[in-house]
């Protein structure tokens, strides 16, 4: 596939420089399929993404979330004991990195290990400023005139109507 230039999107637009790199990210060659992944909605607003690491140990992998990236990283270190060798390796011992671009608002929650899955949950949490709200529509008086709201002027503790 060939590579998009969008330099002159650029000039006319104004806050969809992150847009243009996820764009352009999509014509980068595939990423490594090591480990296996799952990304699961387990509530609303709730996710999970759940990882095969197999072999690895708490010690051996790192979470790290920076801005809207999250990134996995997993090195191994030596397996065998003293004395000991190994005659046929079929578990995999590489490292590896896997990265998530997360949507905005979105937090990671908690991360745990378990039976050789790492499992880390995600939230979304959308602001009370973005959410959807009600507008109520006021009604029309029979004349025609749509209704208007009455105040009270108070001056020097009299009232004005």
Known sequence: MRHVDFSPLYRSTVGFDRVFSMLDSLAQPEQPTYPPY???RTGENAYRISMA??????SELSIELNQHLLTVKGEKGSENGEGSETLYR???KRAFERRFQLADHV???AAHLKNGLLHVDLVR???EAMKPRKIDILSARKNGEPKAI????VTDGESVN
């Open 150 to 153: 009455e105040a009270q002027v």
């Open 125 to 127: 949490n959308i602001p």
């Open 38 to 40: 799952n990304i699961e």
């Open 107 to 109: 937090e990671v929650t």
């Open 53 to 58: 690491v197999a072999g690895f140990d708490e």
């Open 90 to 92: 079929g578990i995999a």
